[in-house]
């Protein structure tokens, strides 16, 4: 655990270090994450927008770290999801490519 205050200086250079996994070791986020975790009650919020009930598995940046490290701790770019909405998100460039390929074969 890292007890040291987080700035976005620090996390601007921890990505340059290639070291944005510690930014996850803060005691800064570890309070932030489970902040957000209580407020949606440990839910996916993907899946309960369609009526499905999923645990929060992964607390996620919609403004990615590396993009707006200044929200990091900004609880209102945090979204509960759980391993399959986390993992389709991550992956939802990739997966639009392969559609988009698999179209043109047609
Ligand atoms: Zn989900
Ligand atoms: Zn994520």
Redesign the pocket.
């Known amino acids: 655990m890292i007890k040291r205050k987080v700035t976005t200086d620090w996390i601007v250079r921890q990505i340059r270090e290639g070291k944005a996994y510690r930014f996850y070791l803060t005691a800064d986020w570890r309070k932030v994450r489970d902040a957000k975790k209580a407020k949606e009650h440990y839910e996916?919020?993907?899946?309960?927008a369609v009526g499905?009930y999923?645990p929060c598995e992964a607390v996620h940046h919609k403004l990615y770290l590396k993009a707006r490290p200044d929200l990091a701790l900004d609880i209102n770019n945090l979204e509960c999801?759980?391993?399959?909405?986390?993992y389709k998100e991550h992956h939802k460039y990739e997966s639009k490519k392969l559609k988009d390929e698999f179209a043109e074969r047609w």
């Open positions: 996916c919020e993907r899946c309960r499905k999923s999801l759980c391993k399959d909405c986390h």
